[in-house]
């Protein structure tokens, strides 16, 4: 099946409705996505079972929650609209039967009580501390910026990290991650290639050989180890720098922006609690053992979502949803 009807019908519907434009490029990429679907398995006329396969077959691939209720969502609307306006398009007597009726989307949270980099501040943020780079505390919090929006690593975290503990694993970077008494685990976090040029960056402007990954340009600790005041110090300075103060993010935002675009861009929950390092099922439902983490690339594919793609309509989309 070359072309589908509800191709054109889409767009009328899109037409018609007065909704974000970020909205509309995100219900567009879902019809695009969902009329494949039809044109491959040659449906002309979608039946609620056949909706049903569709959503089922986003599932099997691993789509996020988030990812599936923007897709039900624009298919609501498109076959509510449909039925509603069947004697005027002129089309088939099928569509007064609305197929999407019976069908429950997703449940997600409806609210997120911290707040979140929205993809394009994130985009933002890694860029400007980049641009910006003069001085060597420059290097450092571009680093550390850049490293806490694709790996989720929590502030102590980056604080305890010693350049030892940034290694080569199977060919391919990762920084294996330290508890807060210092004592080495066995988890790690993949480094995307942007980001290890960044701590590059910074290491090479090093002249010290002190053993943390990252330390005070100040001389208030003899092996250079960040204060835990640090981060309130230095994240107000990058915001106001990349003009993101006064909208209350906090170094932790950062954690929790992570999980959050990783869930957008399609990743799976048993990815994100990877990703996130997780003890509690309640966190994020599964656990993830260390040989699947070794397989998950959550933090290349973080890296490419916030620089290299443009899909800042579905993550714009989702916002619109959890503040309603």
């Known amino acids: ?44 006329y979608a039946k609620t079972s056949d909706v049903i396969s569709y959503r089922d077959h986003k599932r099997m691939f691993g789509h996020s929650s988030h990812y599936i209720y923007i897709q039900i969502c624009a298919l609501k609307g498109l076959y509510r609209y449909l039925k509603n306006n069947q004697d005027h398009l002129n089309i088939s007597s099928v569509y007064l039967y609305d197929v999407l009726k019976a069908i429950k989307n997703e449940n997600i949270k409806h609210h997120i009580k911290k707040p979140v980099l929205s993809l394009e501040q994130a985009r933002h943020l890694i860029l400007h501390t980049k641009k910006i780079r003069k001085s060597i505390w420059h290097y450092r919090d571009h ?6 929006l694709t790996t989720a690593l929590r502030t102590y975290e980056v604080i305890h990290a010693k350049r030892e503990d940034y290694q080569m694993l199977n060919g391919s970077r990762v920084l294996y991650v330290r508890q807060k008494n210092e004592n080495l685990s066995d988890e790690f976090v993949n480094i995307p290639p942007g980001l290890e040029r960044a701590i590059e960056d ?71 609690k990877s990703l996130l390092r997780h003890k509690d099922i309640q966190s994020t439902l599964v ?12 933090e290349i594919e973080i890296d490419k979502f916030i620089l290299k793609e443009e899909a800042n309509h579905l993550y714009m989309a989702l916002m619109d949803y ?3």
């Open 1 to 44: 099946m070359e072309t589908h009807e509800l191709q054109d019908l889409s767009e009328i519907y899109l037409s018609q409705r007065n909704i974000a434009s970020e909205t509309k490029r995100a219900y567009r990429i879902a019809y695009k996505h969902y009329i494949n679907y039809l044109k491959d398995h040659e449906i002309t």
């Open 202 to 272: 910074y290491l090479n402007k090093r002249k010290d050989d002190l053993p943390y990954l990252f330390v005070t340009t100040k001389n208030t600790s003899p092996k250079g180890h960040l204060a835990p005041t640090f981060f309130s110090d230095m994240f107000k300075r990058v915001l106001k720098a990349c003009g993101l103060d006064g909208l209350g993010i906090t170094p932790h935002c950062l954690r929790h922006s992570a999980a959050i675009m990783n869930l957008l861009r399609g990743g799976s929950l048993e990815a994100t």
């Open 322 to 324: 959890l503040q309603s």
């Open 287 to 298: 656990y993830k053992d260390y040989l699947d983490r070794l397989d998950n690339d959550s």
């Open 143 to 148: 680093a550390i910026i850049y490293l806490m």
